[in-house]
């Protein structure tokens, strides 16, 4: 290995990090710089100056074949530092883990995840993994985590996260958390990565970034003499080779070789013809360079175009598997190209593994084979995989799909993508796996149509509906675009005579087109669609799509108004849900379903007149999100203590949730709920009156609508206008009241329309123009919905609305009678606002 030249500076600000680090100031280093600048190599060098000291290194080496590859790096580095080989048994590979992990003293639910995580059928020794898939992704997660805070209190952590730009999502998820865990702890994280990837944590003060920039044409010049040692070369050839490569070290290592080798193969011809020496040209390029040397490696060319195809890096019974080479000659092969600096072995063959020294050199290889060979190579490289490899086909179908994709096989690569998609949701993660149903799909819709093919489509479609549910959200036009095709697929399929055989497949794409039809609220079609749950249930007798139309049902008339018989479908979908069969089902419509239900049984309640019910619920329901550790489910379950404490007046309960809701949404990345946490906190101001509340409300319904809903606007509009209004500016007051009735009308979302229609006759009062006739009428129709839908506690408002008015036009025994028998129905509830707002007035009406 050359030694590094001219990054002094770096080397030693690596080092000042380190002791940093090793004194518990954990560090974070990003490295960028373009490909061949010298990243690795500098990495290399710190591991070098760090060889005597006590600590203990993790290396993650991304690989651009596995950007989609859930945990690929992290995997890779397990399986290296457990000593996994190749002909290991499962037995060994769990008893290799188990003394790995015996190090950190792993627990053993923490081993069963590592072993799921390995592809390692669990053999009794750990404890089953059988928490839900949102839930594993994220265990595993923490597990990591746990393990990186045993080492550091064994011994400093040195963690480098090497070609980050070609991470894939989970990975990048775990490389962010460890810039959150370096703050505290004895580690230096260092992430090197190409300028075109922004990595997290920028800006943060433990955190430094470090660019690497070309090197002066005299540290190229040194370079080049440490290559060139004994040898000579003649001035201009260097000048050269100095201007070509630009600064940039690999490219002059790589040219300096290539001429070195021409030279001593024209030396060699000069010497056996005793001809003079001829000029030998710098090679224009780093490709040029590189396909130069490989030229004159003869036999060794092949080794290294096949090892290319396999990847950066390759082990040796694959490579022995696929050259059909003796050993000897193969053997002979590897030792040059090792020699000649283009490939790295670690270990001894057969058990060896093999690293192209760089990306390039790979590319470079590859580049070498014509499109026929290279389309039989890739076939039998899959090939080989399934049927000697059968862990690595079964642990990375991507792999193999890529492998059949530049085969032209293009059936076989879409299964392999649908498999891989699958699998990814399974472990939920869940932005892999949408890139890989989405390759599925694209590959399985330029094939001929066939039953079987059909069939498939539809499962993957319905999969990757699932997961843009939960990564783009339910508004989305990428999910709205998915209902469609799904729906359009089914509906296909019956009209031909071929329905799905997993009913649950049309249970999904009912529940996609609710779903959108109900977060931009479509009153009529969300409830025909829930009743087709219904229909659904009956027909086939079975508790599932009846529960779900039951919670589809309640929720649609809960928002149209129907609040009695919004509550009695909330009841039968509790009542049928058995958390052994149903808990499961929360992956594949959102949320877990018993919490979704007490979650909105509680705003009915509330509505209905109960709130003492309603508190109950909604706590219930957190109490219960929180249990099963579904984040999804705790997102939208946060929301409802957070509503009923709102309307109750308990404004200090209400924000100490909202502020778990935006940070729990923040950190998950959910656009849905940072909009929903910022709404709940304008209603909040609105409510109390604050200065900027206008600001902060207008600002959610901006944020809502941005990611694709349209529900709750009248509520929205009309909070708004409270806000206007507080602030002086009735204009805008009475535009926002005016899209709060035009939104209703249109939709027939018409829960809140009695308090719509009460605060318009607040801010008629308020106005500097005090209309008490336009007043009394929106009291009087305010009251009248409410008497319609039995929403009690819109209707005590409204009462209290209007008896004030009354009482103000000197009819107090009007009043009286008008709130007074509101207010003796409640039966529950009189610690809160509104009713100890309402015994107050009554005190004063006598």
Request: proline fraction near 5%.
């Amino acid at each position: 290995m050359l030694p590094l030249i001219g990054r002094d500076e770096e080397i030693e600000l690596l080092l000042r990090r380190w002791e940093r680090a090793k004194s518990g100031e954990g560090q974070v280093v990003l490295l960028s710089g373009e490909a061949g600048i010298g990243k690795s190599r500098l990495t290399i060098a710190l591991l070098e100056q760090l060889a005597r000291e006590p600590h203990i290194r993790l290396r993650f080496f991304c690989s651009p074949q596995h950007t989609d590859s859930p945990l690929y790096p992290v995997i890779g580095e397990m399986l290296r530092a457990a000593g996994f080989a190749h002909d290991d048994s499962q037995q060994a590979k769990m008893d290799k883990l188990d003394a790995l992990l015996a190090q950190s003293s792993t627990p053993s639910e923490d081993a069963a995840l590592f072993a799921e995580m390995l592809s390692l059928p669990n053999d009794g020794r750990y404890p089953p993994v059988e928490v839900e898939p949102q839930l594993r992704r994220q265990k595993t997660l923490k597990a990591l985590g746990s393990q990186i805070e045993v080492l550091v209190r064994i011994n400093p952590v040195l963690m480098i996260f090497e070609d980050a730009h070609w991470a894939d999502p989970t990975s990048l998820e775990l490389f962010a958390r460890a810039v959150d865990w370096a703050v505290s702890h004895r580690l230096l994280l260092l992430v090197t990565f190409r300028p075109e990837f922004s990595p997290p944590g920028i800006g943060r003060p433990h955190v430094t970034e470090l660019t690497l920039h070309r090197l002066a044409p005299r540290d190229i010049n040194f370079l080049i003499e440490r290559i060139v040692g004994n040898r000579s070369l003649p001035a201009g050839i260097r000048q050269d080779i100095i201007e070509r490569t630009d600064g940039i070290p690999l490219f002059a290592e790589e040219m300096t070789k290539a001429v070195l080798d021409a030279e001593g193969e024209s030396d060699a011809q000069r010497a056996f013809a005793g001809g003079p020496t001829p000029v030998v040209a710098v090679p224009a390029s780093l490709q040029a360079s590189l396909m130069s040397r490989l030229d004159r490696l003869g036999p060794a060319k092949s080794v290294a175009q096949v090892g290319a195809a396999i990847g950066r890096a390759f082990p040796h019974m694959l490579l022995a598997a696929l050259v059909r080479k003796p050993k000897e000659e193969l053997d002979a092969d590897l030792d040059r190209l090792i020699a000649a600096g283009l490939l790295f072995r670690h270990g001894t063959p057969p058990y060896a593994s093999y690293l192209f020294k760089h990306a390039l050199v790979q590319d470079a290889a590859y580049s070498t084979l014509l499109r026929g060979p290279r389309r039989v190579l890739h076939a039998r490289i899959a090939e080989i995989l399934e049927s000697q490899f059968a862990e690595i086909a079964e642990s990375q179908p991507e792999l193999l799909a890529r492998h059949y994709a530049k085969a032209d096989l293009i059936e076989k690569s879409a299964r392999l993508w649908g498999k891989a998609g699958q699998r990814s949701q399974e472990r939920s993660a869940l932005v892999e796996a949408a890139e890989q149903l989405s390759h599925a799909l694209e590959q399985i819709a330029t094939l001929p149509s066939t039953p079987d093919l059909r069939r498939e489509q539809i499962v993957l479609h319905v999969a990757l509906l699932n997961t843009l549910m939960h990564v783009k959200g339910y508004g989305a036009p990428e999910t709205k675009a998915a209902v469609a095709q799904v729906r359009a697929l089914i509906e296909q399929a019956e009209r031909i005579g071929e329905p799905p055989d997993d009913p649950s497949l049309l249970l999904s794409a009912l529940f996609g087109q609710w779903i959108v039809n109900f977060i931009n609220f479509n009153g009529d079609v969300a409830r025909e669609l829930a009743a087709r749950f219904l229909a659904l249930g009956e027909k086939e007798g079975t508790a599932a799509p009846r529960m779900i139309g039951h919670r589809t049902m309640a929720s649609t008339l809960a928002l149209m108004g129907d609040l009695v018989d919004a509550k009695a479908h909330y009841n039968e979908a509790l009542a049928l849900y058995r958390p052994a069969e149903h808990r499961r089902l929360m992956t594949r419509f959102g949320q877990d379903l018993r919490v979704t239900c007490l979650a909105f049984r509680s705003m009915a309640s509330w509505l209905l007149g109960y709130p003492e019910a309603a508190l109950k619920d909604a706590e219930c329901a957190l109490a219960e999100a929180r249990q099963i550790e579904h984040a999804a489910t705790l997102m939208f379950t946060l929301n409802f203590p957070i509503l009923i404490n709102t309307y109750c007046g308990n404004y200090h309960a209400a924000n100490e949730r909202l502020k778990e809701l935006v940070v729990l949404a923040e950190e998950k990345g959910a656009p849905f709920r940072k909009a929903e946490g910022v709404l709940r906190r304008g209603y909040i101001l609105t409510l109390t009156g604050a200065a900027k509340a206008a600001e902060i409300v207008t600002a959610g319904i901006d944020l809502w609508r941005s990611a694709g809903s349209t529900i709750f606007t009248p509520e929205h509009e009309f909070m708004l206008a409270i806000a206007h209004a507080n602030s002086g500016q009735f204009d805008d007051a009475w535009r926002c009241i005016d899209k709060a009735m035009t939104a209703m009308h249109a939709t027939k979302e018409r829960w809140c329309e009695a308090e719509a229609h009460r605060v318009a006759g607040e801010i008629a009062l308020k106005s500097p123009q005090r209309d008490m006739a336009k007043a009394q009428a929106h009291f009087e129709h305010s009251l009248t919905v409410a008497r319609a839908q039995q929403a009690k506690s819109w209707e005590l408002r409204a009462a209290m609305s209007l008896a004030r008015l009354l009482s103000d036009q000197g009819k107090r025994q009007a009043a009286r009678d008008l709130l007074a028998p509101v207010y003796d129905w409640f039966t529950e509830g009189f610690d809160t606002s509104d009713l100890r707002t309402a015994k107050a007035l009554l005190g004063e009406l006598h």
